[in-house]
């Protein structure tokens, strides 16, 4: 099924690091999407991917739509502390349902 | 930036108490979902709309019901809260775009406590 594979599942790193993470799956979707999730709070879009191949930034994110539509990934480059939260990957698919990833939780050490 | 806003943020409440978790959303959007999620955990999707009468149930079973008789308004009830339900409940919303696809915006959620 259109199940999403995110990794890794943790991360901890120190600050002025750069940050991979990315989401596969044995299914086509139609869309990647990546959300930022802080404690207590709902998921907040960075980035939204729209066509395979296409590498799309946001100030320090970098995200890509992979080519067979089965994949997705986000960088961060030079982390700083409030970059501390979960990263959910999701994949539009079919009448535009919608599938998440498990979450990166980044740590980011001072 | 999307406005999306849910109420109340957070509710301690007793067993069997019947409670209604209230999202509006300004943008007109005629797609809305609500969401479960534990704790840092993954997103489970419970209910969702495609617009005005419209509900139909998510991927995990939820005793709790909805309604959409507004656009912008899309509540939801639990007849008789038990400590099971604990747990983040999201919000969501989103509206097509012309390439066909869309793109949900999430309220900030209700924490949402069963004793």
């Known amino acids: 099924g259109q199940q999403l594979n995110q990794s890794p599942q943790s991360m901890f790193i120190q600050e002025g690091e750069d940050v991979s993470m990315n989401c596969t799956s044995s299914?086509?979707?139609?869309?990647w999407l990546w959300y930022k999730q802080e404690p207590g709070e709902g998921p907040v879009l960075l980035i939204a991917?729209?066509?395979?191949?296409e590498l799309t930034s946001n100030g320090r994110l970098t995200a890509q739509f992979g080519i067979t539509r089965k994949d997705s990934f986000l960088n961060i480059s030079a982390s700083i502390p409030s970059d501390v939260g979960i990263y959910f990957c999701?994949?539009?698919?079919?009448?535009?349902?919608?599938?998440f990833g498990a979450g990166t939780r980044l740590t980011v050490k001072p | 930036e999307a406005d999306i806003y849910q109420t109340p943020r957070y509710l301690v409440i007793g067993t069997g108490k019947k409670i209604t978790l209230e999202c509006s959303q300004t943008?007109?959007?005629?797609?809305m979902y609500w969401y479960q999620q534990d704790p840092g955990m993954e997103l489970h999707l419970i209910h969702y709309?495609?617009?005005?009468?419209?509900?139909e149930k998510g991927d995990l079973s939820s005793e709790s019901t909805v309604s959409r008789i507004r656009t912008e308004h899309f509540p939801l009830t639990l007849e008789s809260a038990r400590p099971s339900h604990t747990s983040q409940y999201l919000c969501?919303?989103?509206?097509?775009?012309?390439?066909?696809?869309?793109?949900?915006?999430f309220g900030p959620g209700t924490r949402l406590t069963v004793l």
């Open positions: 969501a919303s989103s509206a097509l775009r012309r390439t066909g696809t869309d793109t949900q915006y």
């Open positions: 943008m007109g959007h005629d797609k």
């Open positions: 991917l729209y066509k395979a191949g």
């Open positions: 299914s086509i979707f139609n869309t």
């Open positions: 709309s495609y617009g005005v009468n419209s509900t």
């Open positions: 999701a994949g539009t698919y079919n009448n535009n349902d919608m599938r």
